[in-house]
């Protein structure tokens, strides 16, 4: 086995960690990832300076129509912010732990909480397509753990704690901002299936047994890598539409963009309030 300071994972995320502070030395408070759709939420970031996935060395690329692949650094009201304009997805052929290293080197750029948002089916039958869920917990075992592997010592704990893994603190002030804005948000888990196919009806009542009320194919295992870094972590899943079997209708990415698209500006604002609420919390 190698010393851990030899871990490839971990000298790749120096060599980002380097190339990222050759171009910039910005110090985020807060890290937000934007799910699909939701990458026009750059248009309420001051931005300072953007990175290309494809410039960091090692870095996985994001392969989705909607998912650009940057990280921009810039404020939202004052606030500095790195946001990640496209995310990696296990089901692009990346293995767990690649698509947790942009997560990764958010906490090494210093960030002391993350922001995760996705689009996301919704399995809890009250729900409609456009609701905003705040994620209170999530099943992340239907996909690897992105701490598989030796133990990356300089980043967190063999066994990191997850019984907050989404902050409740944090979790209050997204909800009081929500109350603030006259928007109404829903509450509930996040399941993460490995994609790229949807789910199949009998795969959603499973997981609503299990305790799920909205599914994805991202969230899970980045919230995992974050907290184990000892990141606060936050999450918001736009409905984008219900689960498989819910409906009598086929699935599709078009009604996924079509309905992101629509609810993005009450999002963005959403989201900009809650970001610069939650990284004061944190400071
Ligand atoms: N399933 C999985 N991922 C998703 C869905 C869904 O129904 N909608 C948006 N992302």
Same mark, same amino acid.
């Given at each position: 086995?190698?010393?851990?300071?030899?871990?490839?994972?971990?000298?790749?995320?120096?060599?980002?960690?380097?190339?990222?502070?050759?171009?910039?030395?910005?110090?985020?408070?807060?890290?937000?990832?934007?799910?699909?759709?939701?990458?026009?939420?750059?248009? *309420?970031?001051?931005?300072?300076?953007?990175?290309?996935?494809?410039?960091?060395?090692?870095?996985?690329? &994001?392969?989705?129509?909607?998912?650009?692949?940057?990280?921009?650094?810039?404020?939202?009201?004052?606030?500095?912010?790195?946001?990640?304009?496209?995310?990696?997805?296990?089901?692009?052929?990346?293995?767990?732990?690649?698509?947790?290293?942009?997560?990764?080197?958010?906490?090494?750029?210093?960030?002391? &909480?993350?922001?995760?948002?996705?689009?996301?089916?919704?399995?809890?039958?009250?729900?409609?397509?456009?609701?905003?869920?705040?994620? #209170?917990?999530?099943?992340?075992?239907?996909?690897?753990?992105?701490?598989?592997?030796?133990?990356?010592?300089?980043?967190?704990?063999?066994?990191?704690?997850?019984?907050?893994?989404?902050?409740? &603190?944090?979790?209050? #002030?997204?909800?009081?901002?929500?109350?603030?804005?006259?928007?109404?948000?829903?509450?509930?888990?996040?399941?993460?299936?490995?994609?790229?196919?949807?789910? #199949?009806?009998?795969?959603?009542?499973?997981?609503?047994?299990?305790? +799920?009320?909205?599914?994805?194919?991202? #969230? +899970?295992?980045?919230?995992?890598?974050?907290?184990?870094?000892?990141?606060?972590?936050?999450?918001? &899943?736009?409905?984008?539409?219900?689960?498989?079997?819910?409906?009598?209708?086929?699935? *599709?990415?078009?009604?996924?963009?079509?309905? +992101?698209?629509?609810?993005?500006?009450?999002?963005?604002?959403?989201?900009?309030?809650?970001?610069?609420?939650?990284?004061?919390? *944190?400071?």
């Amino acid at each position: 086995m190698c010393a851990i300071n030899d871990h490839p994972l971990y000298l790749q995320l120096t060599q980002c960690l380097q190339t990222v502070r050759r171009i910039t030395n910005f110090q985020p408070e807060i890290g937000v990832v934007l799910g699909s759709g939701l990458g026009g939420f750059a248009q *309420s970031m001051e931005i300072e300076t953007a990175v290309s996935y494809a410039d960091l060395p090692n870095f996985p690329v &994001s392969t989705v129509d909607g998912h650009q692949g940057r990280f921009l650094f810039g404020y939202v009201q004052g606030i500095p912010v790195v946001a990640m304009q496209g995310r990696v997805h296990y089901y692009e052929g990346y293995d767990v732990q690649q698509t947790a290293m942009p997560i990764r080197l958010i906490g090494l750029l210093g960030a002391k &909480s993350l922001l995760l948002t996705n689009a996301a089916g919704g399995i809890n039958t009250q729900f409609r397509p456009g609701d905003m869920m705040v994620i #209170t917990d999530q099943i992340g075992v239907f996909v690897p753990s992105p701490l598989r592997g030796p133990n990356i010592e300089p980043l967190g704990p063999r066994f990191p704690d997850m019984s907050q893994i989404y902050d409740r &603190s944090l979790r209050q #002030t997204i909800l009081q901002q929500g109350d603030k804005l006259g928007i109404s948000l829903r509450q509930g888990v996040y399941v993460q299936f490995p994609g790229p196919a949807f789910e #199949t009806p009998q795969e959603i009542k499973m997981a609503r047994i299990l305790g +799920a009320d909205a599914v994805g194919m991202s #969230t +899970a295992c980045e919230a995992i890598a974050a907290r184990h870094m000892g990141m606060r972590v936050a999450g918001i &899943s736009l409905i984008t539409n219900m689960a498989a079997g819910i409906l009598d209708q086929p699935l *599709s990415h078009t009604e996924v963009n079509e309905t +992101a698209a629509q609810a993005e500006p009450v999002f963005c604002r959403l989201l900009s309030h809650a970001l610069t609420a939650c990284a004061r919390q *944190s400071m």
